[in-house]
């Protein structure tokens, strides 16, 4: 397990694709950057036979009407690597970096349609606190 970096990111494209999104390698360079240089945002990868097998990101949010929290903002395992502990270990290096920062609260979004994925958080602590729909609008 490690921090993030720059170089991670064809390994991180590959990764997210697993999961159906698809971004460039230059993209998705430009997302890392953007999250080293932000203190309010982590990222950690997992590493076996210096292969990138998971990623994880983290950031630091509040809410004007509840405590502060930080949010799992995408965490992969790679489909070969899965049920082996490596979403646990980046879940709990999240953890750990939201409670340098004082924050107590992790919370995690995932589709409705992901049963696999609301299982392995269920499993490992999480509860279900809300069910709801996601708007984007043209800026």
Known sequence: MRKITEQDAAA??????????SASVAATAQRIQAVLE??????YVAVADEKLIGWIHGF???????????EV???VVDADY???GIGL???EQVK??????GVHKIRVRCNSSRMEAH?????????????????DGIS
Do not use: P
């Not at 590959?14 to 999104?21: A, D, I, K, M, V």
């Not at 299982?119 to 708007?135: M, P």
């Open 12 to 21: 991180i494209a590959r990764l997210s694709g697993q999961l159906g999104y």
């Open 89 to 91: 270990m980046l879940v």
């Open 60 to 70: 630091h949010t509040f809410r004007l009407e509840s405590d502060a929290f930080v």
């Open 38 to 43: 932000n203190r309010d945002h982590c990222g």
């Open 119 to 135: 299982a392995f958080y269920r499993r490992i602590g999480f509860s279900e606190s809300k069910e709801q729909k996601v708007f």
């Open 82 to 84: 899965r049920s082996k």
């Open 73 to 75: 903002g995408g965490l």
């Open 96 to 101: 750990a970096w939201a409670l340098e920062r």
